[in-house]
């Protein structure tokens, strides 16, 4: 098993040093969902909502979250993003939300956290958006789905 890369010799918490680490294109996606009541996913489909566009809005969230991660997650780097992508799905079958996102740059360290950090906001805006009709919503299935570029290659996540 490897380390733990944000833990020196001492056990403390660090920001790992990538300084002498090659760029190379890097692209990490990402997705979760968002349970629902059948009626606040048609209401949401429908457009009805008072507040405006509901995936319209968490798609925007999304994508600003993915350039703020470095500040709310406390050990990840600074990036420069090449591209985010959000996609929300709604499956009026199942009364759930898939969002996907896409975090790509080219630069010395992953964007897995960028592509997680896109789902949960983008998750969270709709729970926000919609809790006055539906608290019961539940966020799951957040994780990564497959990741490109660095020096462990691509990793795709094992169903």
Known sequence: MSKLTHLNES?????????GKPATAREAVAEGRIR???ETLRLIVAGGHKKGDVLAVARIAGIMAAKKTAELIPLCHPLTLTRVE????PDEI???VLCRAVAATTGPTGVE?????AVQIALLTI????????????????G???KTGGKSGAWQRQL
């Open 127 to 142: 729970y926000d958006m919609c809790k006055a009709v539906d608290r019961g919503m539940t966020i799951t299935d957040v």
């Open 11 to 19: 056990g403390e918490a660090h920001m790992v040093d990538v300084g």
């Open 113 to 117: 956290m960028e592509a997680l950090t």
């Open 144 to 146: 990564l789905v497959s």
């Open 94 to 96: 199942h009364a759930v």
């Open 36 to 38: 629902m009541q059948p």
């Open 86 to 89: 959000v996609e929300l799905t």
